[in-house]
């Protein structure tokens, strides 16, 4: 079965994946060490949200250069939240002298939104970026986490 053509970069198993239509040399991929430490400025509830995070995500995925797309991925994720908090309170519209006027915490929103969403494709954690993925020769336990993460018992 073949795939659509990738129009983005990929790693090296990504590229054999795909069937290397240009016949193109495939460079291996460079192996990153570590893993992403959580920000020492984190409250509570980000540290919580990034220790969940990181138990679900496959083993392997990440690395210790990969510490700011997790970070900006919770950081967004924690905006996100105190605007959807803040609306609520406040309402879609606010009254200003010259009338009604959209909440400016929509826009905020709507930014951490989109922030969120590039680096969740980047740590893989939407359906394309999952079906890019490389699969790993032997799951385990933490992979069948991911998958309840992704697929079913969500994070709060």
Known sequence: MSRARNTRKG???????????????IDPDLNAHGKPECPDYFS??????????????????????DTAIV????????RFRD?????AKSGMLIQTPTGPKR????????????????????LGLSPVARARLARP?????????????????TIN
């Open 103 to 122: 909440n400016p915490l929509l826009g905020i929103q709507l930014h951490c939104d989109r922030v969120m969403a590039g680096a969740g494709i980047e």
């Open 11 to 25: 790693g090296s198993a990504l590229k054999v994946a795909d069937g290397n239509r240009g016949k193109r040399r």
């Open 71 to 78: 970070e900006r991925f919770i950081v967004a994720w924690q």
């Open 44 to 65: 509570a509830d980000q540290r919580l949200r990034w220790q969940r995070l990181m138990a679900v995500l496959p083993n392997k995925l990440l690395a210790a250069a």
């Open 83 to 87: 605007c959807e908090i803040m609306i």
């Open 137 to 153: 020769e032997h799951e385990t336990d933490q992979d069948d986490a991911f998958k309840a993460y992704i697929f079913g018992d």
